[in-house]
């Protein structure tokens, strides 16, 4: 690292979130989409992930990002509940680790691994949007800045590894890798029956359709009843959509 990128982090003033479920707890964002700080990043996200969970929940954050929705979740399920972060990024991964530091949130761990099909190892595509790297086995960012090897895991090998809690609700935003992540913890699936809400992007309607229809009809195979969730973004060009599940009553 270069020796003004060292100091641009020393002195760094990480800023306070303005608004939304997560105003007034620090967050390390530089370089981000700056509606993080400003707490208005995915409002119906927020909102809906504030309403699905309750204290002592437990939170899986599949892409986190820079952990934006692992702070809200980590503030909803208090210190009886945990938040399970994955972030293959690695300085999505360290802000994530900062974020919590700083906020005294010590229930959110983060796992720097890419969530999909098979556990083992894969080559990452970066993007210079910090969110947007995607494996190379899905598609490539219209930003690709570089690529990375990075350890790859299921969910459920996960929660049998690390002898996690199960999870409560489950969000998925891992640009083209959704139904990866879905046919990964399908034991999970059907042991715990958490709800999931998952994000669907495309450069196009036509291919955000068909990933949609696929991943309804996986969750619906499951037992899921699923919907659409508010619009998060205006209509900008790129396809943005998100569906939530929930497991059907018997």
Not at 76 to 90: C, D, F, T
Not at 184 to 201: F, H, N, Q, S, W
Request: glycine share 8%; proline share 6%.
């Amino acid at each position: 690292m270069r020796l003004a990128t060292k100091l641009r982090d020393v002195f760094y003033s990480m800023p306070i979130v303005a608004e939304g479920k997560a105003a007034g707890l620090k967050i390390f964002s530089r370089g981000a989409d700056p509606d993080f700080a400003r707490g208005t990043y995915e409002l119906p996200i927020q909102e809906t992930i504030a309403s699905l969970l309750a204290p002592g929940n437990v939170f899986y954050d599949v892409g986190a990002n820079i952990g934006f929705f692992s702070l809200i979740a980590a503030r909803r399920v208090g210190p009886l509940g945990q938040v399970y972060a994955y972030e293959p990024v690695p300085r999505n991964a360290a802000a994530i680790e900062r974020s919590r530091n700083v906020n005294g949130l010590s229930i959110i761990h983060v796992f720097t691994e890419a969530v999909g099909a098979q556990t083992g190892d894969a080559e990452l595509l970066l993007a210079r949007h910090l969110g947007g790297a995607t494996l190379a086995m899905n598609s490539m960012p219209p930003d690709m800045s570089g690529r990375l090897r990075v350890r790859t895991t299921t969910l459920d090998d996960s929660i049998a590894r690390h002898g996690l809690r199960p999870p409560t609700l489950v969000k998925i935003d891992v640009e083209g890798a959704e139904i990866d992540v879905l046919r990964g913890m399908t034991a999970a699936l059907t042991a715990y029956r958490p709800k999931v809400i998952c994000e669907v992007d495309a450069a196009t309607k036509s291919e955000a359709d068909r990933r949609a229809r696929e991943i309804i009809g996986f969750l619906a195979t499951a037992g899921y009843a699923v919907s659409s969730l508010p619009a998060a973004y205006a209509n900008d060009g790129w396809q943005v959509e998100h569906i939530l599940a929930q497991p059907m009553t018997t």
